[in-house]
């Protein structure tokens, strides 16, 4: 089976695919700040830790990895990436508000209140906040509301 076939055969499975990224990370200089700050915003989400490697990296997913905090490996301070932003899709309108309240709760910071995007109004519904340190996020729902 060649890749061509490979993706098309995957790409008519009736399960909902998704593409990449395998998992995302951010960089953190306080480990432990930076977990208290994600493990309440993804408990928006029902994600908790799947993975923590002390003074090292923090990970979270449903089952397996999906996003990290995590110290730079070559020692150097985290840094924020010029143009780098992390978005997470939500199953609901009320759940992006919710993620929303909860990161600037938690002490991260307003980048764009909720609402709908686009020229009329009618794109995706998105709420953009940075973490403590800085990192851009997204949060968003395109279409209808899952049940």
Request: proline residues 6%.
């Amino acid at each position: 089976m060649n890749q061509v076939t490979a993706i098309r055969d995957r790409a008519t499975q009736p399960e909902k695919v998704r593409g990449l990224p395998g998992h995302s990370t951010v960089g953190t200089n306080d480990l432990d700040a930076a977990g208290e700050f994600y493990d309440r915003l993804f408990a928006v989400f029902g994600i908790g830790r799947v993975l923590v490697q002390p003074n090292r990296a923090v990970y979270y997913g449903h089952r397996t990895l999906e996003f990290g905090v995590v110290k730079p490996f070559n020692g150097h301070p985290a840094t924020l990436g010029n143009g780098g932003m992390v978005a997470f899709e939500a199953r609901s309108r009320s759940q992006v508000n919710e993620a929303y309240s909860v990161a600037l709760a938690a002490g991260g910071s307003d980048e764009g209140a909720p609402g709908s995007r686009g020229e009329n109004g009618d794109g995706p519904y998105c709420a953009y906040f940075r973490d403590p340190e800085g990192n851009k996020f997204l949060v968003f729902r395109s279409g209808p509301d899952e049940a």
